[in-house]
């Protein structure tokens, strides 16, 4: 995605920033400390996109898109980029156990994308050959389509939803 972004010959409005994270099992640290020390002004931060989880989507499994409610501009996007090689589970969860949780508390519109829970998940035995990179391939062009889209719609709308 992020070879993509640099090389693709456009000129994108929004600059991408790649960041991985670690700590999260032990409560989203690595997160939590970028907001809290950042590098950038948080102002200049658009939107964010946490991609926990990518690739081990197994056939007829939804891609699950978190933090909708973070944006009124998400659910619109995401159904005009919809996928065909599959299918999407929409929920507001802004502040769902990941590192777009950090963002989204900090006012700034954040999504979640993941394929969801595995028997390996947070063990040993999660090892590269049980990716799926056919599909996680997949994924990282739906999300080239949608940042494309994104990107023409200038600031993003930050949405606090009521509890």
């Not at 991609?51 to 995401?78: H, Q």
């Not at 999504?111 to 595995?118: A, D, E, F, I, P």
């Not at 889209?149 to 939803?161: A, E, N, W």
Request: proline residues 5%; contains cysteine.
């Amino acid at each position: 995605l992020a070879y993509f972004l640099k090389n693709n010959k456009l000129q994108e409005k929004n600059n991408y920033l790649f960041i991985a994270f670690s700590a999260e099992e032990k409560g989203l640290l690595g997160s939590q400390y970028f907001v809290a020390e950042p590098s950038l002004p948080l102002s200049q931060i658009n939107f964010v996109i946490n991609m926990d989880m990518v690739g081990r989507m197994e056939e007829g499994m939804p891609l699950t898109i978190e933090g909708i409610g973070s944006s009124k501009s998400w659910k619109p996007t995401l159904q005009e980029s919809a996928c065909k090689a599959f299918p999407f589970t929409l929920k507001n969860r802004e502040d769902g156990p990941s590192d777009h949780a950090a963002f989204y508390h900090a006012g700034i519109p954040a999504l979640h994308m993941w394929t969801g829970n595995h028997n390996d998940y947070h063990k040993p035995s999660d090892d590269t050959e049980k990716i799926n990179f056919e599909a996680e391939s997949q994924i990282i062009s739906f999300i080239e389509s949608f940042i494309l889209i994104m990107d023409q719609k200038g600031k993003i709308d930050f949405h606090l939803r009521a509890k």
